[in-house]
């Protein structure tokens, strides 16, 4: 074979090297984001590095699909034998466990940080702190409280909506909390902070990647659900995007957290409230 062949053949597979290369370093990027955002172990030699975390964020609500889809097979699992609101409670333990309450651990700090600080500097001074308040540990018990009220009271309509409910609030509510990258500045600039690796930067590829994987999962709904959910939850950004905006000039990882718990709640409330 001659050398001009061997030229020829490389330059032919070359664009599938590259549509190879270019499906694994997106399935690296998507290992980065079920690690941060979960306890679910991914190969060791996964690359890691602020730039792979910052394209992340176009893949949390997928992550968000896996938390919900793992929630709903708890739950459905123990409703074998369970009463379902056992069984929904089973499953949103499951669902503390795989993430390590890392969203609601940014619910409390943000309400510890809100209502005990009067200056940006003392809110963010008081989100630092492990340990947590009066205002995170009210939030903390409504935010569960409301859950599971929500989830419990969906399945006196019909036993398998939880299920449902899980799949889309795990995934919409990080689409949406995501989403407030793209929207507002990062303001947590300290070296010691203890959320300092965050994906604090989100292009328009990413937000459409993002919204994409939301549409997805609205096909669930029939179409007037579909809009209504979408229009609370799009609300329920905007009043935590200014919310945060007004108390800090932006947001943090804390704030993120506490979006997607509030998103989460506004989601549950909704399709309880269509059926």
Request: with cysteine; proline share 4%; net charge negative.
């Amino acid at each position: 074979m001659s050398s001009d062949s061997l030229v020829n053949n490389s330059e032919e597979q070359s664009p599938q090297h590259e549509e190879a290369a270019g499906l694994k370093a997106q399935w690296q990027i998507f290992l980065v984001a079920l690690a941060f955002f979960t306890r679910i172990p991914i190969p060791a030699d996964t690359p890691y590095s602020p730039q792979r975390l910052n394209k992340a964020n176009r893949y949390f609500g997928a992550v968000g699909l896996i938390v919900g889809l793992i929630s709903a097979a708890v739950y459905l699992t123990a409703l074998i034998v369970l009463p379902p609101a056992i069984a929904v409670a089973l499953a949103m333990v499951s669902s503390l466990l795989i993430t390590g309450a890392f969203h609601e651990d940014g619910l409390a700090d943000v309400f510890d940080g809100f209502g005990g600080g009067w200056q940006p500097e003392q809110k963010l001074a008081i989100m630092k702190d492990s340990r947590i308040g009066t205002y995170g540990s009210c939030a903390l018990v409504m935010a569960l409280g409301l859950k599971w009220l929500a989830l419990s009271s969906a399945a006196e309509v019909d036993v398998w909506l939880p299920a449902q409910f899980f799949i889309i609030g795990h995934t919409l509510s990080r689409i949406c909390a995501a989403s407030l990258i793209f929207s507002y500045p990062y303001v947590r600039a300290d070296q010691q902070s203890k959320v300092k690796p965050l994906a604090n930067q989100q292009s328009l590829h990413d937000l459409w990647v993002l919204i994409a994987t939301g549409l997805i999962i609205l096909l669930i709904l029939p179409l007037e659900s579909a809009c209504m959910l979408t229009a609370i939850l799009l609300l329920t950004r905007f009043l935590c995007g200014k919310w945060f905006n007004q108390q800090l000039g932006g947001y943090t990882g804390d704030c993120l957290g506490a979006a997607q718990q509030i998103c989460e709640i506004a989601g549950y409330m909704t399709l309880l409230a269509l059926l």
